[in-house]
C-alpha cells in the first residue's frame, strides 16, 4: 500500500484524503503538487524517501491515480536494484490511496522541483514529460545522505541505507 500525499491544492481538485496507512514499500509514499504551465497543468510526483520524481498530465483527473502508478512502476523499474526489490515497490503501487502531504523537507524539495520544472520548459522544445522527470531525477538534492535520487533509491531497495 502507498499513499499519494497531495498537496491541498490537488486534492481539492482530485477528491478527499483516505486512511492514512503505512507505507508498505521501501522507497515509503510519494508526494504529489500541481505544477501550474500553459497549455496544461501538469502533476508533479515525488518520492518521499528518494526524491525521484516522475510528472505526469493532471488532465484527465479521474485518470490521475491511474497515469501516477503506471509512470511510478515505469521509474522504479528504472533503478539500479535487483529485479526482486524492484517487484516488491511496483506491487506496493497496486493499491495507493490519497493523503495530506505532510513532510515540509519533501514539499520544500518539491518548490524547487517547480522552479526547474519552469526552467526546463522555457528552454526546451516538446513535451516529453518522461525526460523532464529523468532529468529532474539527475538533480542533486542536499536532504538525502548520498545528494543523488538514483543512488539513494538504489541503496534504499538493496537495503544498503536505513529507511525511516
Not at 502508478?69 to 497496486?94: F, G, H
Request: aromatic content about 6%; overall charge positive; glycine content about 6%.
Amino acid at each position: 500500500m502507498t499513499t499519494l500525499r497531495c498537496s491541498a491544492q490537488l486534492l481539492r481538485r482530485v477528491g478527499l484524503a483516505g486512511a492514512e496507512a503505512p507505507a508498505s514499500g521501501q522507497l515509503g509514499d510519494w508526494y504529489a503538487r500541481i505544477v501550474a504551465t500553459r497549455p496544461r497543468h501538469l502533476v508533479l510526483c515525488t518520492n518521499e524517501r528518494s526524491l525521484l520524481c516522475v510528472v505526469i498530465p493532471l488532465a484527465p483527473q479521474h485518470k490521475l491515480l491511474d497515469r501516477f502508478v503506471e509512470a511510478a512502476q515505469r521509474r522504479i523499474n528504472q533503478i539500479a536494484a535487483p529485479a526482486d526489490a524492484r517487484m516488491k515497490e511496483r506491487t506496493a503501487l497496486a493499491g495507493v490511496r490519497l493523503g495530506r502531504a505532510t513532510n515540509r523537507s519533501v514539499i520544500g524539495s518539491m518548490n524547487e522541483f517547480t522552479y526547474a520544472i519552469d526552467a526546463w520548459l522555457a528552454h526546451r522544445s516538446g513535451d516529453d514529460l518522461e525526460a523532464l522527470g529523468l532529468w529532474l531525477c539527475d538533480t542533486p538534492c542536499f536532504p538525502l545522505s548520498t545528494t543523488w535520487p538514483w543512488q539513494e533509491a538504489e541503496l534504499l531497495l538493496t537495503g544498503t541505507v536505513a529507511s525511516h
